[in-house]
């Protein structure tokens, strides 16, 4: 009822200012015009009144704006976020770091530059996340604020596979062939070791392979990748097995049997070459060669004698 009445006295209104206007030769607004002249002249002339205090709240919330956006737009916002939400109670007390073995968190709070003062608020999550997955061992991580004032980081650790050798360089690999970090320490001293270049891609498919002739397999202290085509074995007592490019196991067939007829691997021996099908050569040290050369001079010596007391008198 009073919601018809309104509308037919607006409507009235409106008719009657139509009127007045066409009566005087006026111009005819449109209706959200109308709405807007008659806001500004029921203000000119005191029918609208505002709330005390609304100028003084205004002016400070414009003040407050244009402060704000000129930190922005000067590269201050994050600065002032921090102070503010530490001061609020916010700031950074505890990190929590699970899934690290060789990643201390000492390292991990160096990354994230905590200072004491950080606010847990204004910290952002996924520069926090690049930022630890920048160190060496760090696969993959995940980042998560719990407030009022605690980090949950949780790390997946890359895994070392083995050692490589390049030169006077000792570095971790992965399985992929991926360097983890230099070797500083000799807790991953029983990884096998892998020398050469190119020995780190082509490490592991040559470790699986040769891991089905598993008594050998144990007395091998490097694999030496000769030429990024294949490999030379050395054993634990110094001694060079050479393996051809390809068919490997023919060549450890050979080599097995050579052991298990003659016990080849405790000779005194340098090297044995199994590079060529057809033969195998078996290069002495440098001892058992001069001692080899000795006693074939004493036997040459002893067969010359021997013909001098059979060669008949005249």
Do not use: C
Not at 223 to 232: C, M, N
Request: proline share 4%; net charge positive.
């Amino acid at each position: 009822m009073f919601a018809l009445k309104g509308r037919r006295s607006r409507r009235k209104r409106d008719m009657a200012e139509l009127a007045m206007a066409e009566g005087d030769g006026g111009i005819v607004l449109p209706r959200p015009l109308r709405r807007v002249v008659r806001f500004f002249v029921s203000l000119g002339t005191g029918r609208i009144q505002f709330p005390a205090h609304t100028g003084s709240v205004s002016a400070v919330a414009f003040l407050a704006a244009t402060g704000l956006y000129g930190m922005h737009l000067g590269g201050h916002g994050q600065d002032f976020a921090q102070t503010t939400t530490t001061a609020a109670g916010f700031a950074i007390e505890d990190v929590k770091v699970s899934g690290n073995a060789q990643t201390s968190e000492i390292d991990i709070l160096q990354q994230l530059g905590l200072d004491g003062t950080t606010s847990l608020v204004a910290l952002n999550v996924e520069d926090a996340r690049k930022l630890i997955a920048a160190l060496p061992w760090v696969q993959s991580v995940s980042v998560r604020k719990v407030y009022p004032g605690t980090i949950e980081v949780e790390l997946k650790e890359r895994k070392a596979f083995g050692i490589w050798q390049h030169g006077s360089d000792l570095s971790l690999i992965e399985e992929s062939g991926s360097v983890i970090a230099p070797l500083r320490d000799n807790k991953f001293a029983a990884l096998p070791l892998f020398v050469g270049r190119d020995a780190e891609t082509a490490a592991a498919d040559f470790y699986r392979e040769f891991s089905r002739w598993p008594d050998f397999h144990a007395r091998v202290k490097a694999f030496i990748r000769v030429a990024g085509r294949r490999w030379d074995l050395q054993l634990d007592n110094g001694i060079v097995v050479k393996l051809p490019e390809n068919d490997l196991p023919r060549a450890m067939d050979v080599l097995a049997r050579l052991e298990g007829d003659h016990q080849l691997l405790e000779r005194d021996i340098a090297a044995v070459d199994l590079r060529l099908a057809d033969r195998t050569t078996i290069q002495l040290t440098a001892g058992a060669a001069e001692r080899r050369k000795e006693l074939v001079e004493a036997r040459a010596k002893a067969l010359k004698k021997s013909e001098k007391l059979e060669a008949p008198t005249l």
